[in-house]
């Protein structure tokens, strides 16, 4: 495949920032699989690309190089332990960067950051207007206009990959193992032309499917993110000590509703075949729609190249997808909630704004008012009236 040069060699000018990004999750697997998925993301997302990247490379919080990972992980399946993570940051191979020493020597220096300008943020809103916050959500909650401009950034593609073994106490019942793996690259490096690592990534997924039979993927674009932008609105639960019969091992608790369905309402997602039974399958009927029937699971697209996928065509996908992702809850501060208007599907009455009351916070405009997002399956979410004061949009 042939790449641009890495963005952070731009000219200090900033850049389309936008990435294509895998996100997947699974739950209850056996040894064997997770030992066979680390194979695939070894032979697949790293091998790969080492003749033409640089790898700083992480297995289970200790620095490796792509060889002896590669060793380590042919000749023993003894890799495995209760929680196995591999994490990378990599770029494209220059006249400046050639190896690892020299990679970590450029972010450490800060080179890619000399003479940069940083701007103060401007907003379109009122920090300390109720009004002025509600208008600007209302009227940008489905706004198509996204700007990826921004400062380049030290990786051209990325991974984390996480997951740990699971095992409730109180009845001997083996949950086995659940996870997560992210896989970002550069769409300034592909010059912006996302279809062939598309497909690769599409092929990727499958080869997984067929040793995780609990998979549950998207691939899209956005820039660099660990998570999917629904899952940063909605991911986390409401665990109570109810849920959790061995309160000794509530550290090794997951709940079952974070893993094994969908994570993110994108371009392309990919859900295994017990979840397809849940969907209504007359809402595929539409032309918007591509369903791609595979050995162990099913893609759900919309019908357009990925670059081309807009808000108006996720709300529609969401209408689908809706029984089969994830729900929860999460907080944001103010500002960090805005970034997400126009991205993901989300509904005003899924929007709750929070005044804080506290005198002391409320000094700081920034601190004085806060987002907490709920899908409606949630139960209500309690907090103090006499510190907190809920705004309500007036057609929620």
């Known amino acids: 495949m042939t790449y641009k040069k890495s963005s952070i060699f731009s000219g200090k000018q900033k850049v389309d920032c936008r990435n294509l990004c895998l996100y997947f999750n699974f739950k209850n697997e056996k040894a064997d699989s997770i030992l066979k998925l680390i194979k695939l993301i ?26 002896l990972l590669h060793k380590k992980i042919k000749s023993s399946g003894d890799i495995l332990s209760r929680n196995i993570s591999l994490i990378y940051d990599a770029i494209l191979k220059s006249d400046i960067i050639s190896n690892r020493s020299e990679y970590r020597r450029f972010i450490t220096n800060n080179i890619f950051m000399e003479n940069w300008v940083l701007e103060e943020p401007e907003f379109e809103y009122d920090l300390d207007n109720i009004d002025s916050i509600k208008n600007y959500i209302e009227s940008n909650i489905d706004d198509e206009n996204i700007s990826y401009i921004g400062e380049p950034i030290p990786q051209d593609i990325g991974l984390n990959f996480n997951c740990q073994y699971v095992k409730q106490q109180s009845d001997n019942t083996d949950f086995g193992y659940c996870g997560s793996l992210s896989f970002n690259i550069s769409g300034y490096l592909l010059d912006y032309k996302f279809d062939d690592f598309t497909n690769y990534l599409k092929e990727f997924v499958k080869n997984c499917s067929e040793v995780i039979k609990s998979l549950c993927a998207n691939i899209f674009i956005s820039e660099k993110n660990l998570k999917t932008e629904y899952f940063n609105l909605f991911e986390m639960e409401d665990t109570n000590q109810n849920q959790i019969n061995y309160k000794e091992d509530y550290k090794d608790y997951i709940n079952p509703e974070r893993y094994g369905y969908l994570s993110g309402v994108e371009g392309i997602n990919f859900i295994s075949k017990e979840l397809f039974s849940k969907i209504d399958k007359k809402l595929l009927q539409d032309e918007s729609f591509e369903v791609e029937e595979c050995k162990n699971g099913v893609f759900i697209n919309i019908n357009k190249d990925l670059d081309m996928v807009n808000i108006h065509d996720k709300y529609k996908i969401r209408d689908v997808l809706n029984s089969v992702l994830i729900k929860g809850y999460c907080e944001h501060d103010l500002i960090h909630f805005m970034q997400f208007l126009g991205k993901v599907p989300i509904y005003i009455d899924e929007i709750i704004l929070v005044e804080s009351l506290d005198e002391t916070i409320r000094q700081d405009i920034y601190n004085k008012y806060f987002v907490i997002t709920k899908n409606q399956e949630v139960g209500d979410l309690k907090l103090d009236s006499e510190k907190f ?6 057609h929620a």
């Open 42 to 67: 070894e032979i697949n997302l790293i091998q790969n690309f080492k003749d033409d990247f640089v790898f700083d490379i992480q297995f289970n919080e200790e620095d490796i190089t792509t060889k």
């Open 389 to 394: 004061r809920l705004h309500k949009f007036n």
